[in-house]
Every structure is written in C-alpha cells, then in structure tokens.
C-alpha cells in the first residue's frame, strides 16, 4: 500500500511540478479546471447523487464554469494595475464566508445537520463552494506579478503547497520516529503529541524560509505569520470537511482514481480549504 | 564569565518563583475543586526532587528550568478506574474547569501585587523627571516645553518619575498626539502642551523612548574624583587610587573626565605622568596608559571609573508607603502594568509597534541579572512586571496556552456540549506554528541586541 502510494506520487509529482512551472497560462487554467472537475465527480458521490447522468452532469457543469471563466477572463486581466479582477475577490469572499460556515458546521456537528443532511441540492452546492474557489485562487496566485516574474506565482503555490504538505510529512516521520504520547488513543490511535509537534515544526519552518525568501518587511512580518498559522489550520479544516461528508454518504475514499491514495479529493481536501483562504488574505492584505 | 552565572542564576530563580506560582495557582485550585492532581512539576524533564504527598501527588524539581506543569486525572490522556471518575479533570463542571486554568494566570497577577507591596513597604530610590535639555531637530524641540522642566502629566496619566514617564510614553506609541504637562522650576505654574507624535517613529535598537522624543534626563555631572580602580589595571600599576581628584595629565590640565577620557584613549601603551590632590595635597604619579581593543581597535586604557557628584536636593525620593497605602498603590501598578501589556499587544496587532519589540528569553535572563545586581527592591519590582506578562501572554486565547483552553470551555458554556476534538486539534496547531514563530522572532531579536 505505501508502495503503491509512492509510486503514484512519484509519478504525479514531476507533472505537478511541469504544469505549474512551465505550462503557459491558459493552458494551467485548463489543467486545473480539469483536475477541479475531477474532484467534483467525486463530491457528487459525497453529496449522495447516485445516478451516474447526473454525476456526468455536476462534474461537467463545475468544470465549465472554471474554462468559462478562463476564456472570459483573458490572462492578462486577471490582475488589472495590481488588483485582481473584482469578480475573483467576490469568489475569494465567498469562499472565506463559506469556510466559516463550514467551520461551525463541524463544531456543531451533528447538531445542526438535519439541514443540509438530507438535501443533495444543499450538499450539491457545497461542492461548488468548496471547488470553484479552489481554482480562482490557484489562478489568481500563479497570475500574480506574473509581468514582473513569471515565476513569482509559481512560488506562492509552491508555498502553500509547502506549508500544507511540511505539516502532514513532518507530522507523519515525526511521530513514526518519536510518537510515544498518544493524542486521543480511542479516536484515532494513529496520532501523537510528537506527531502533531513536528507537523507544527514543519509547518513553521516553512512560514519562517518564506519569510525570508520574499523579504518580508518587518512590519508586516506579524501579518505573514499570521496568515501562515491560518493557512495551516484551514487546510486541517478541509480535511475535516471531507470527512464529515464523506460520513454523510457513508464512503471511505472519495475515489479509487489515485492507486494509493484513494481519490483525488482525499488528495486536495486539505488545498481546497488552504488556497481560497490563502489567496484571499494575500489579495487583502500582502499585494 | 562570573556576570554570566550571575545572569544565569537571577533568570533561573526568577522563573522558577514565576513558574511555581502560577502552577500553584492551577494546582490549588484544582485540590478545592476536587480534582486528582498527579503531578506538581517545576520545570520539564529528569527528576532531580521528588516527594509523593498523602493524596497521591508527586511534588518534582526536574532539570529544564523552562517552565513547569501540573498534571490532572484526565481520561482524554490516560486510562481512568471507574472509582476514580469523579476526580477527573475532564468530568468537571465546566465552570470548576474554567476557574482551574484561570488560577494560573489570576495568580500571577496577585503576586505582581505582592511584590510591589514588598517592594513598596522597603521603599525604592528614584529620579525626579527633569528635564535636563532637548535635543535640537527632535520631537520635542517643536514644543515649548523647556529645560529644567518637570514632567507631572504625560496622557492623563500622573508621573512622578522616569519609569512612569518611560511607560507613558510607551503607551502613547502609535498615537498623532501626545498632551503633556510640567512644572517650572519654582513649581508653582503648571504649563501644558500638545505635541504632534505623527512622526515619531520608535526604534527599540536606538536608544529609550524617552531619548527618541528628544528628552534628555537630568542626571549629575561626572566628577574628576576616581571612584573605582580595577585591580592589576594600568591605574593600579601607577598607583592611583579612589578618592584621587585628577588635575593634570602630561602637565595638561583637565577640566572634566570627557576630556580624560580622550586623553587616555588616543595614547594607547604611552607613558603618563598623572597629578593628581589626594588628602590636600598634590602628588605627582607616572607610569603607562595600559590599552584595551573594542571590535578590532586598539584604545588607551586606565581601568578607573569616576564618581558622580551629589544628586541636587529634591531631585532623588524615595517610593516607601506604610501597608495600607503600599497595597493600592501596588494594585495601582500591577493594573497599570497589565493595561500597558494588553494595550501594546494590540499595537503589535495593529502594527502600530514592530515585532522588533519583542524581547525573549534572553532579554528577560539579562533584565533578571541585571535588576538582580542593582538590589532586591529592583528585583521584586522586575519579577512583577515579568509576572503580569507571563499572565497577560498566558490569557491569550491561542490554544496551547491557558487563554486557548479558556476559550474552549467558554465555547462549551454557549454551546453545551466540549469542542470537539478534532477542532481543539486545529487550534492546536494555529496556536502552535503562532507561538513557534513568535518566539523565534522574539528570540532573534534578542540574539540580534546583544
């Protein structure tokens, strides 16, 4: 099973690495678009939509309106004089509304379930929330100052990536390595207090040789840290939200597309909560 | 290398009071609540002491003097009896839970009172604010405050010295204006003014804020009079002596100790003939100006200090108040002192003040070294201050920290039922990459003033 999980990453990695550095633009936007619309077949199983026209349906329909959204909006337009497209800051608002509500959705959880539970229309939406955000924000940072540097964008997707992922690996060797102290031993005996250390650990290390990779000037250097520690506990809220739905429709991987790894959501669950929210700050506060 | 253990020791024992006290608070709390203590640490790690009570709890001194912990029954860490259910943490009230992790900041705050009433019921030497001269092209050379002016109002606020005047304007940090307040010398007018601080741009690096607003404190002139030889120095070898007022250097009469100074640093290894009046009497004394190297250059050197003439009458008070009134004016501090920290944190916040004004670790050990050696009143008054910050810092509702819990159980009071698990796991990790990063800052930028 690790085997396979490494392989299947192994291979992944390197295209990863291509489209976001290398593919031009439009191109990126649709490679995303695709992978997006991917991950809403899945949500679809999630939602509780059985009949496969109607999965067909919701997976087409997410991945359009990502191409759609590509073709209107030409690239250079994404950021107009260093500000990015008003529609896309809605988009970016709207999934920063939409994390919250999820966030007291989990904290309330199952109280106030029996809203959204039954209705796959509800659940459906969620999705879209959930999905279309993903890609606006992994759009607008790889656009970013993309005249000054075109590989500036690139850096900051390789930073969230980084603060996310440090968080998962250094959790997972530290607490292979050092794990004695058992977190919650009846939930889910996996994780350690060493493990939990060393995914912070990581996490830091990353936000602090961001910090100095961009310069950051001293006086903001309390909003980058911030918006690092944010970032990395939204992306274990995106985990959450999967499984709480994912619990919903009672399934244990979203797919079967990723050998290993199960499906692609169990893959970007985390990124689809770090980038919107990501973005969102950094369009607010550091462009 | 003996200032350095001096340093290490002040920082130990005033953490370990700091860290005991607010442990005591959680675990005192948590033995009236009817909790099962195990353990009642000081510090992290090996055991060097260990005593187990009648009750069950372990007493231990372990060897990482960082901090400390008190460790409850709780059945989310360990395995519970059925018979000992009731005494777990976790089955508490969660208004029992809320006052057990209040305890230990609450308590620090009650023992910033206590030091300051010691401090105050021994009494303590301090400086009259007087202004001695403004600094051309400063802040303060806009207004019409003047020399030998006393500060008596900085805000709203009343002060009597320097400190007061040093916290004030620390509070005022991030403000467009600052109203002030002083007395002539003859005490009788009071005369105020409202100075524009827009551009006042304060810089822990360079110097107090009191000298970055271009206040310069009264203080006495130095004297010719040695105060102090160092032993086997080049002023021991000649034969100087405390009490020696010098007079001359090479023949050269010196008319203050700036200009000895100069003297001596420019002549590096040179022969000297030094008079100097001791007991009334001149005597002429020779030998050579030793040398001393500061990053890279070589300098002439005495190894003698100066004293300082007498403070003016009027100018030097002392802080000493019977019991009664030693206890208000302590809250009195202890409350200013928690509003400056509340009110600072949020200027960092804001970013009114830069994260370079963060101090660590090492800033507390050399502040603890530091107001150790000037005397105890000095270390009481340090160890409050310390005390109310690490409360203050503690409240912060970033989970890791007693604030975090705090907001847990406040969360559970609304909602009914604990914060599930999974999210107090979220907050754990914001909490920690915050507090991880931020005391990487604050231990940088000690690392960096040293």
């Given at each position: 099973?690790?085997?396979?999980?490494?392989?299947t990453a192994l291979i992944l990695a390197p295209l990863a690495l291509f489209a976001i550095l290398f593919l031009p633009l439009f191109s990126f936007q649709l490679v995303i678009a695709a992978i997006i619309g991917l991950g809403a077949w899945e949500w679809s199983s999630m939602s509780g939509i059985t009949r496969t026209t109607t999965k067909y349906a919701y997976a087409i329909l997410v991945a359009a309106v990502c191409v759609c959204?590509?073709?209107?909006?030409?690239?250079?337009l994404i950021w107009y004089q260093g500000q990015l497209n008003s529609l896309y800051i809605y988009i970016l608002s709207a999934a920063a509304i939409w994390w919250a509500i999820s966030f007291f959705m989990i904290l309330g959880y199952p109280k106030f379930s029996s809203i959204w539970y039954c209705s796959k229309v509800l659940r459906g939406i969620f999705g879209f929330f959930t999905l279309i955000p993903t890609w606006v924000a992994v759009v607008s940072l790889r656009t970013s100052l993309y005249d000054v540097d075109p590989y500036y964008g690139a850096s900051l997707i390789f930073y969230v990536l980084g603060?996310?992922?440090?968080?998962?690996?250094?959790?997972?060797f530290v607490g292979v390595k050092f794990g004695k102290h058992k977190?919650?031993?009846?939930?889910s005996p996996g994780k350690t207090y060493e493990g939990l250390m060393g995914g912070i650990f990581a996490s830091s290390a990353i936000i602090a040789f961001a910090a100095l990779h961009y310069q950051v000037d001293p006086s903001r250097i309390w909003l980058h840290v911030v918006i690092g520690a944010l970032t990395v506990g939204v992306s274990a809220l995106g985990d959450l939200n999967e499984s709480m739905f994912k619990r919903c429709a009672g399934i244990k991987d979203?797919?079967?597309?990723?050998?290993?790894?199960?499906?692609i959501m169990d893959r970007i669950d985390s990124l689809t909560a770090a980038f919107p929210i990501f973005a969102f700050c950094y369009v607010m506060w550091m462009a | 290398m003996l200032e350095f253990l001096w340093t290490v020791a002040s920082f130990v024992i005033a953490l370990g009071i700091l860290v005991a006290v607010h442990e005591w608070g959680h675990f005192w709390v948590a033995r009236r609540c009817g909790v099962k203590v195990e353990r009642f640490s000081i510090g992290f790690g090996k055991a060097l002491w260990k005593r187990t009570d009648k009750l069950g709890t372990e007493y231990v001194v372990a060897a990482i003097p960082l901090g400390g912990y008190v460790k409850m029954l709780d059945e989310r860490v360990d395995e519970v009896a059925v018979e000992d259910l009731p005494y777990a943490f976790n089955r508490q009230h969660v208004l029992k839970r809320i006052a057990i992790v209040a305890a230990g900041p609450i308590v620090n705050f009650l023992f910033a009172i206590f030091a300051l009433f010691i401090m105050y019921l021994i009494g303590l030497e301090t400086v009259k604010p007087v202004v001695a001269d403004i600094k051309p092209e400063s802040i303060f050379s806009q207004s019409n405050i003047t020399k030998n002016?006393?500060?008596t109002q900085v805000g709203d606020r009343k002060v009597a010295d320097w400190e007061d005047v040093n916290y004030e304007l620390i509070s005022h940090i991030g403000k467009d204006l600052m109203h002030i307040k002083w007395t002539e010398a003859n005490h009788v007018i009071e005369r105020s003014a409202v100075v524009n601080i827009e551009t006042w741009q304060f810089d822990p690096d360079k110097g107090s804020p009191i000298a970055s607003l271009g206040l310069v404190p009264f203080r006495p002139e130095v004297s010719k009079i040695i105060g102090y030889v160092l032993p086997d120095s080049a002023a021991d070898a000649i034969g100087l002596r405390p009490n020696d007022k010098i007079l001359r250097l090479d023949g050269t009469t010196m008319e203050n100790w700036e200009q000895i100074v100069g003297y001596v640093s420019s002549r590096a290894n040179q022969f000297v003939k030094v008079d100097v009046l001791r007991g009334g009497e001149t005597v002429r004394l020779e030998g050579s100006i030793g040398q001393n190297e500061v990053e890279g250059i070589v300098k002439g050197y005495m190894g003698f200090t100066p004293t300082f003439e007498a403070w003016p009458a009027g100018m030097l008070f002392t802080h000493q108040y019977g019991v009664i009134d030693a206890v208000t004016k302590a809250m009195?501090?202890?409350?200013?002192?928690?509003?400056?920290?509340?009110e600072m944190l949020g200027k960092l916040l804001t970013g009114d003040v830069s994260v370079k004004n963060l101090s660590g670790p090492i800033a507390i050990a050399q502040g603890a070294g530091m107001s150790a050696s000037s005397g105890l009143v000095y270390f009481l008054g340090f160890l409050a201050l310390i005390s109310v910050n690490l409360g203050i810092i503690n409240l912060l509702p970033l989970p890791v920290l007693d604030g975090g819990h705090l907001l847990y159980f406040v969360i559970e009071l609304f909602s009914g039922r604990p914060v599930p698990e999974s999210v107090q796991e979220i907050g754990f990790?914001?909490?920690?990459?915050?507090?991880?990063?931020?005391?990487?800052?604050?231990?940088?930028n000690d690392i960096a003033r040293l």
């Open positions: 099973m690790l085997k396979q999980r490494i392989i959204l590509s073709i209107l909006l030409p690239t250079d603060i996310v992922w440090a968080a998962d690996i250094g959790a997972f977190l919650r031993p009846r939930v979203s797919g079967t597309l990723l050998p290993g790894h199960g499906g | 002016a006393i500060i009195d501090k202890t409350w200013r002192m928690m509003t400056l920290s509340v990790k914001v909490g920690g990459v915050l507090l991880l990063l931020l005391m990487s800052i604050a231990i940088f």
